[in-house]
């Protein structure tokens, strides 16, 4: 469960992150070039950023829904920080050179080294290194124009190689100030992840001490699960 949490908010970070979407086609009254310059835009302005953040998980053949919710803090370039505060507290840090998975109840923390390898496993680590979203995506949309306030402009990311763990991206983007609101990741297993984002603060300041961590006393650290490199 911390690893399947920590790999969806690790996508998301990149997505959040990330910087010149890929341009392919679009419909609707904006034109997709106008709409992937007014996001890029307002990424360039967001170094820092808080929010509210709820999870859904819907996995392939099984009817029940896993949910979570918490606050994440991120800080260009490569920084976040993820406090899940159900279904259980859980931290996901990552401060550009360490990963560190903590679960309170299990007393347990995954410490991974940001290596190449993990960068090219994960988008949102291969983000922080420097490579462009355009680098790994090919961004489609949006496929509606919103007739109301509350609804998003819908942008679609297909990545351009196998080697990473999802099928598709789909982003719901605020039509007014262009911020991400909405997440949904799918797996090549047809698993469904969809994280939506509230509160979202990009005024105010966030402490860099936030991403570092202390192991505490009679926490267990121990390495990651072996996972196969990039093909």
Known sequence: MLKRLASAALLVLGVLAGAGLA???????????????????????????????????????????????????????????????????????????????????????????????????????????????????????????????????????RPKEERFQVSRVQLGVDPQAYLVRQVTLIDPLGNVTTMSFADIDTEGAVDPSLFQFEVPAGVEVVAPPLMPGPR
């Open 23 to 157: 341009q392919s086609g679009g419909s609707g009254s904006l034109p997709l070039a106008e709409l992937v310059a007014r996001v890029q835009a307002r990424f360039d302005r967001t170094p820092h950023l808080h929010a509210r953040f709820q999870q859904e998980t819907r996995l392939q053949g099984f009817e029940q829904v896993q949910r979570g919710e918490g606050q994440v803090w991120i800080l260009q370039p490569g920084m976040m920080r993820w406090d899940y505060t159900t279904p259980e507290r859980q931290t996901i840090i990552a401060n550009g050179e360490t990963l560190w998975l903590y679960s309170p109840e299990d007393r347990q923390v995954i410490r991974e080294r940001v290596t190449e390898s993990l960068r090219a496993r994960t988008p949102a680590l291969f983000l922080a290194g420097g490579a462009r979203l355009t680098d790994l995506f090919v961004v489609t949309g949006p496929s509606v124009q919103p007739s109301g306030e509350d609804e998003l402009l819908r942008l679609e990311l």
